[in-house]
């Protein structure tokens, strides 16, 4: 009830071929698997290169408001 059998999916997939027509489907399937081969060489390079961590932190200095509170201009940006 609601699942998917493999018989259901063996009815899908031919509707699918039909519908696509043989070729189409074929190109789309390649370039599935081209995209997953990507995706697994992505993940591959990543792995292989560990990131360095900073010797040093530096504190990252706050941004001055441009205005005030009474909306005079404070710092002139231009």
């Known amino acids: 009830m609601g699942g998917l059998s493999p018989i259901h999916l ?5 509707v ?10 074929s ?3 390649g370039d599935v698997a081209k995209g997953v081969k990507n995706f697994k060489k ?3 390079e990543e792995d292989e290169t560990p ?4 010797a040093r932190i ?5 941004a001055e408001p441009a205005f005030d509170r009474d909306g ?4 002139d940006d231009r």
């Open 16 to 25: 699918a071929i039909l519908l696509l027509g043989g070729g189409r489907f």
């Open 27 to 29: 190109n789309l399937m």
């Open 72 to 75: 005079e201009r404070v710092r």
């Open 42 to 44: 992505g993940m591959a």
């Open 10 to 14: 063996i009815v899908l997939a031919i």
């Open 58 to 62: 530096e504190a990252q200095k706050s």
């Open 51 to 54: 990131a360095k961590p900073s």
